[in-house]
């Protein structure tokens, strides 16, 4: 992908589109470029968090892990072209907490965790931006989990007709 399509992307998505172009360009110098094809697991729960992604084509599922092995995995979120996942890493390392599978074939850039830290540390300023970012997109992501959870338990306590 062109760097100015990059940078489109990046722009487009919601944590980085506060950001002024001189910000912007430091941010695209720690992206990678990766492929996945349809049914591709990009990381599963439990996986030690080391990136944040963002759609650049494409669709991915985010979805937890059932307790038995049985149990189908529960979609949780569809996430669609621009959209942000994994950015959790930015504030506390751990582990990922949901599976991100690809549904279609998807371009993703992905951020390294470790190289976006410490962008953030030297420009403090972006670091703010994103934060704020983030915040507004993790309570929606949020408030939209709890929307579906509460759907998928409506329908679970709904009697089965004879």
Not at 108 to 121: C, H, S
Not at 138 to 150: D, E, H, I, P, V
């Amino acid at each position: 992908m062109h760097l100015e399509k990059c940078k489109d992307v990046l722009r487009s998505g919601t944590l980085f589109r506060d950001l002024n172009e001189i910000y912007l360009d430091l941010v695209l110098m720690v992206c990678e470029e990766v492929t996945y094809s349809a049914g591709e697991v990009i990381f599963r729960q439990g996986d030690p968090g080391d990136a944040l992604y963002i759609i650049a084509s494409g669709a991915v599922d985010i979805l937890l892990e059932p307790d038995q092995a049985a149990d189908p995995p529960l979609v949780i979120a569809s996430l669609e072209q621009y959209a942000t996942f994994g950015e959790t890493i930015l504030i506390e390392e751990g582990h990922r907490t949901a599976t991100a599978r690809c549904r279609v074939p998807t371009t993703l850039l992905r951020v390294p965790g470790e190289r976006m830290v410490q962008l953030t540390n030297d420009y403090p300023e972006i670091g703010f931006c994103i934060m704020r970012s983030m915040a507004a997109e993790l309570t929606q992501k949020l408030n939209l989990a709890n929307m579906n959870l509460r759907a998928h338990m409506s329908a679970a306590a709904s009697p089965v007709p004879e």
